[in-house]
């Protein structure tokens, strides 16, 4: 129980002296290697969380861009279901021009094929027509038939129009004007001598009247005055009656 | 109890205590040197070892003092390692606690004593650190004083009493009743030997704490 002041006094410098070794060798390292773990820890963890937040801001842009190539992908899709339409609206609408193209192509054709199916039914109907009238008119042709026809191109020759009456007096010349006049049937002379006084009258000048039998004229007469040629015979109608036929066509 | 020897140094006389105390911080310098010569970030088992020793006595103190925890952790967790060497150095046969010595607990509660002046002032300055003596009114100034003396002397006849009365149990009981006697009395005195010194390192770290923070609001 007694105190003893050098125990005392030692025992103070020993705790000073101990405090200061453990202070240099065991506390100081010891916290130091601790705090620099604790940093790093720390470090660690802040990397860890940059790392974290950076791949939730990766994965938040994966996903807006994910949501806008969806929203992308809709709107080209619907854009190209709309061209789509359109196309296939423009297809349709040429489809059906083209069809209604062919479709008056054909009409016209159609048409133009019963045209000339129709023309050339008159044709034949006109050629039937006129074989049928010539065979007819062969049978029933006479002189007597013959004798109207010549009275009525007498008549005819005494109302001429103005153009023609002119006509025949250019033909005026010193020289005697052959006249040719073919019939089917021998003329009789007084159908003659009206002819050639009608013709007299119309034509100043000599004229030499030659007469001939024609019998493809099958009933009439035919007057051949240079390049004129007067007709009044039923052949020349019949080929009329030809020629229109062929004019149809 | 009364067989000390002293070794005369001059003028100073160099008790048993104090050999002891050299060795105690010898072996406590040793093991420091030994546990803190490979210190690496990834630890190994003497490394876990020590930096939980450490830790758990750094957030004891950080308990008590948040603010000034790595202040004052070198002084009171020396305290308490050496302390709690000293205590069990006593169950080494032939071997004495030094802190069955009044003169050791003395000079341990006086460090105690002039390092809360010593750390208050330093924390607070002289006139602040002062001042709370004459706190709440400057009537109470004796009884701070009366309470700075008592509470140094308690601490220090604490430990002396404790630690001194478990030796003296020990080798009367084995002066009494033979060899395997005193056994349940040493395991005693390893739990009294923890306790003790966790109480006056925590005593310690109390009355650090409170001249620290003595001033400070919500102190």
Request: with cysteine; net charge negative.
């Amino acid at each position: 129980m007694d105190f003893n002041v050098s125990t005392f006094f030692l025992e103070i410098i020993n705790f000073l002296i101990l405090l200061w070794v453990l202070q240099r060798l065991f506390y100081k390292p010891l916290l130091e290697v601790i705090a620099k773990r604790k940093r790093f820890i720390d470090q660690t963890v802040t990397e860890a969380d940059t790392t974290r937040q950076q791949a939730e801001a990766l994965r938040d842009q994966y996903q807006n861009r994910q949501q806008q190539w969806e929203q992308e992908k809709q709107v080209a899709l619907v854009s190209f279901n709309q061209q789509i339409e359109a196309e296939r609206t423009l297809q349709l609408n040429k489809l059906v021009a083209d069809l209604e193209d062919e479709k008056q192509k054909l009409q016209v054709s159609v048409s133009r094929q019963q045209e000339e199916f129709k023309m050339l039914a008159e044709k034949q109907a006109l050629k039937n027509g006129a074989r049928f009238a010539a065979l007819l008119l062969q049978q029933t042709a006479s002189d007597e038939l013959e004798a109207k026809l010549t009275s009525l191109l007498i008549d005819k020759l005494s109302s001429l129009p103005d153009e023609c009456s002119s006509s025949l007096n250019l033909l005026k010349t010193k020289k005697s004007i052959p006249i040719k006049i073919s019939s089917a049937y021998p003329l009789p002379n007084e159908l003659r001598e009206q002819l050639e006084l009608k013709l007299n009258a119309l034509i100043d000048g000599s004229i030499n009247f030659q007469y001939f039998q024609a019998e493809e004229l099958i009933a009439g007469v035919r007057i051949d005055i240079g390049s004129w040629e007067l007709n009044a015979n039923l052949q020349h109608e019949l080929s009329a009656f030809a020629e229109l036929a062929d004019e149809i066509v | 109890m009364e067989n000390e020897f002293y070794v005369a140094l001059g003028p100073l006389m160099i008790s048993g205590s104090v050999i002891t105390t050299w060795g105690i911080m010898l072996v406590i310098a040793c093991l420091a040197w030994i546990s803190t010569r490979h210190l690496e970030r990834l630890p190994d088992s003497v490394q876990t070892t020590v930096e939980t020793i450490v830790s758990a006595i750094d957030e004891a103190i950080l308990a008590v003092a948040p603010q000034h925890g790595r202040q004052i952790l070198p002084f009171i967790a020396t305290l308490w390692l050496f302390l709690l060497i000293a205590n069990l150095v006593g169950l080494i046969p032939g071997l004495h606690s030094p802190t069955r010595d009044l003169s050791v607990t003395c000079a341990l509660a006086v460090l105690v004593f002039f390092s809360a002046h010593w750390f208050g002032i330093k924390n607070l300055g002289l006139k602040k650190y002062l001042r709370h003596y004459l706190s709440p009114s400057p009537i109470l100034l004796p009884f701070h004083l009366i309470s700075e003396l008592s509470r140094t002397l308690a601490l220090a006849i604490r430990l002396f009493g404790n630690i001194m009365s478990l030796e003296m149990a020990a080798m009367l009981i084995l002066l009494v009743a033979g060899f395997l006697a005193p056994i349940p009395i040493l395991m005693l005195h390893i739990i009294e030997a923890l306790v003790q010194a966790y109480i006056f390192g925590m005593l310690a770290l109390i009355y650090l704490a409170g001249a620290m923070q003595s001033q400070q609001p919500n102190s």
